[in-house]
């Protein structure tokens, strides 16, 4: 049963441009949400997918958009890269069972120069 | 003041410690609590949840006190593998029961 996964592993990109970010959930998980973790601080919920549509959305600006496919899958979209959005994306994949425990994928690591 | 808020920290304890970890949170309507562990450039991963009552895993007890808004985490007989962040996580009360996150607490082993 493979986990959740999450592509790229590492990406580089310049202030200014768009980035991608796609995550698969673990198997029979439904559910979606994004984390942004900086360098030294805890993860922060940017937003959460279910059924296709935005549930919840955290503090984070409207350059940050996602999507949720029907096989549930996620992307996560940037916009307009700041040197601040440099950090370890985070997917938690969610089960249908209960929110006791969210699964981590192994995160994108992005860098903005 | 940030939601969760975590010891500092770095806390460098030799193989055979016990030490404790402790965190409040803000949000008096959080519904779940949980510590997690990151090790060093990977994802965190589930410790344990944490229940009123208090429970136990092994070497890992940890403590909710609500009236307070106090969580705890105490380590006994530490081992080098114990080496990590330690994450103080509380789960919202909105339909995505969003986490919230400290900003950890790294723990060192020493031989």
């Known amino acids: 049963d493979a986990g959740v996964t999450q592509s790229p592993t590492h990406l580089i990109k310049t202030r200014g441009q768009q980035v991608t970010l796609r995550c698969s959930p673990k198997?029979?998980?439904?559910?979606v949400s994004w984390y942004q973790q900086a360098l030294g601080q805890g993860p922060q919920f940017i937003f959460q997918?279910?059924?296709?549509?935005?549930?919840q959305r955290g503090n984070f600006p409207d350059r940050f958009s996602g999507h949720q496919f029907p096989n549930y899958s996620s992307e996560l979209n940037v916009n307009a890269l700041l040197l601040g959005d440099s950090a370890l994306y985070l997917c938690?994949?969610?089960?249908?069972?209960?929110?006791?425990?969210?699964?981590f994928g192994p995160g994108t690591r992005l860098t903005v120069l | 003041r940030k939601e969760v808020e975590q010891d500092p920290g770095p806390f460098n304890v030799p193989e055979g410690a016990t030490v404790a970890f402790n965190c409040t949170y803000s949000?008096?309507?959080?519904?779940?609590f949980f510590w997690y562990r990151q090790d060093c450039r990977k994802e965190p991963k589930l410790l344990m949840s944490?229940?009123?009552s208090g429970n136990e895993d092994g070497r890992f007890t940890a403590q909710l006190n609500r009236a307070s808004q106090y969580i705890s985490l105490l380590i006994r007989d530490s081992k080098l593998s114990d080496s990590a962040t330690y994450l103080c996580?509380?789960?919202?009360?909105?339909?995505?029961?969003?986490?919230?996150f400290g900003s950890g607490t790294q723990l060192t082993v020493l031989p």
């Open positions: 938690a994949s969610i089960g249908t069972s209960g929110y006791n425990e969210q699964f």
């Open positions: 198997s029979g998980h439904d559910t």
């Open positions: 997918y279910y059924e296709e549509e935005e549930r």
């Open positions: 949000n008096s309507a959080s519904q779940s």
């Open positions: 944490v229940y009123s």
């Open positions: 996580v509380v789960s919202g009360s909105g339909s995505a029961r969003q986490l919230t």
